[in-house]
């Protein structure tokens, strides 16, 4: 939005300048990403690979966070990934059951009744073991934290804008909620003062009730307000739709589920010809989609600001993809170093493509642009109303950069 | 499901209702109603019914059989088809570990199995909603859809990491009881997904919660109509304990394989039977959950809508009430002006 337009350039055309001007990316651009180091990290147990691949997340989100809520999330996906690493190795100590032979303790042995399938608890420890589960731990968690990257580095309000048509009235929902939520903490506060007021006593049951069903009866009617707001500004006056339309997506929503479940069949009965499983149930998926996009048609929307995809969103998008396929090509190729083995016990090691690999997924914390500071520019509430910029979405008409024509 | 509700049993059971509470409360209508109130705006009616309801029962009965059944989201043939197919797809994608071929060469094959129902559970789920919603929405429906969402989504870091305590599902049950099960199941569906895009939740675990949260919503929707006052309160409070387990039990068997691992005496086999599976399962979901978490969640459930069940059920139909979504609405040409213009 910084210089609307320098002479002789059409004011659509992204920047050539570098470094590029502070825009945040298309959400869609990093979930693509985030998911491409997560199946990297599917393909692999080594963990120098793993840890280059959480360093990796790591960097990029430090580098590419805004300062939304949503980018301080990923502390907590770290800890969740250690949780995750906690768990399975604990879980090997008390229900290992004493598989492998370099035994490194022994703990006393608790057996339990028939019913319980005559497991025993603790007894001795492996190395194997622990390493086993520490190895499946840390790819969960590795695969855990890339989503949490994802997740702070995109803005989920305009992940709603790529709702599809068919989904626009949930997905107006969800927009009400999310501009509700923050005001019920105000509507909380304002019922806890006025109590106060009253001289009623802070504590108890009868507090609780006291302070909930005013919050919720406030709620209520601020959301009959907001229809009756809705409707008299025309809202749900596209509702009708022709019925060759609706028939055509009740048929291809009703065959794709049921090809869906013949998939399904086909996916868990061994017996079933492959062509039944996989295809047949990725198929049903797509023709229920199809319907899904058909049905959408009936709401005719225009997007306010719409987030187009540029150079820095497909190379972000690429860096994930680059990952995955390099570290699905090293599969095929030298797949020993991608499973260190436990057997004899051995010091995982690296070899080139998936280091490479690895690294690919770096690209976008050079390459992208910066995302917009608040001490730049106004906080990351430009677009309101997300999905629709319909209900709710009052106020904040900013100015879209000017297209004029040029001389 | 519901939308087998005879349409024309609802207009004329609105009006009567406030009729029975006659003398003592003649002036509550105008007053709570206002002109935006539809419902109770039928005063004609209310002098010619007095002697027709009982008065006899206690005034906890009054409501019982003339309580209008609000259905807040219509569900249609075509969706309540495609809602029951794609609930039995997701319930068998959430137990898949139990029905995974026993045979070795059966790994092989299902070994993606997981990984497609995590792409597909969402695409699932996205065409229920569309089908639920398809038509439009009314208004009144989603903004109450989205405040209550938001009510839910506040509600749920709440108690989150203490121990279980969790109280996203006692306003999603109150509310699917209130106004039905297309309307309880949507509400599932969009209060996790908004409490996911609040907390920066969002995985591949949010369609299973979503569909899971769904369903609690949903079974609400669908418990029988005629209990009410205390024995309401009873019948919610043990659907929500139950419905607290299985919500537990549903989504650790989705996500028991890669919870531990292999390789531990609690881990999936998948060269075992289901029923060996399924022992395992329990002493899995006995060791890890059941105790801590669902049990939290289950007491969480009963104290919550023992205590606030009544206020807040009252205040939803008081809700439910003013937003009339019962009442047909027609447009008529307005005459003198179209006579004016020739």
Redesign the interface.
Known sequence: MSGDRTPGRPGRRPSLTWPPLARPLHPGAWWLWALGLAVAASRTTNPLLLAMILAVAAYVVVRRRGDA??AL?FR?YLALGAFIIV??VA??VV???G?GDTVLFTLPEIPLPEA??G??LFGEVAAE?LL??FY??LR?ATM?VC??A???LAD??R??KAL?G??Y??G??????????PQ??ESVRRVRRARRLRGAAGKG?RA??GI??PV??D??????A???A??SRG??R????DPRT?LI??VL??V???G??GG?YG?????AP?LL??PL??GG?AV??A??LV??RRVRRTGYRPDRWQPAELLTAGAGAATAALMFLTAGVDPENLYPSLSPLSWPELSLVPVLAVLAGLLPAFLTPEPPRSAATPPAAPYTGGATGG?GAGGANRTRPRKEPVP | MTAATPPGATPGATPPHPAPDAPARTEAPSRAGGPDDLAAAAPPAKPARPAQPAPSAPPMKRTSAARPRVTALRVGPRAAVTLLVASLLGLAMFCWPLLVPPQPQGVAHAAQAPLLFVVLLPVILAVVLAELTEGGLDPKTLALLGVLAALNAALRPLGAGTAGIETVFFLLILAGRVFGPGFGFALGATSLFASALLTAGVGPWLPFQMMAAAWVGLGAGLLPRRPTGRAEIAMLAAYGAASAYVFGFVMNLWFWPFAIGDGTQLSFDPEAGPVANLHTFFLYTLATSAFGWDTGRAITNIVAIAVLGPAVLATLRRAARRAAFDTPVSFAAAEPQGARRP
């Open positions: 809520p949503w999330s907590m768990m399975r879980f090997r229900f290992g059951g598989q319980a399938a497991i025993r073991q086993g589960g499946d731990g969960l855990v989503v949490g994802a997740n702070s989920p309000k992940m709603l599809p068919a989904l009235e949930v107006a929902s969800v927009v009400v909620a999310l501009t509700v939520a019920l903490v049951r609780l009730r909930i069903i919720l009866e709620a209520l009617n601020r959301s009959l907001l229809a009756a809705m409707a809202y749900g596209t509702a009708g739709a609706r997506t009740g929503v009703i794709g589920l049921v869906v479940c399904l996916v868990l009965d061994a017996a492959p499983g996989a149930l990725l998926g229920a989609l319907g899904l049905g959408g209900p």
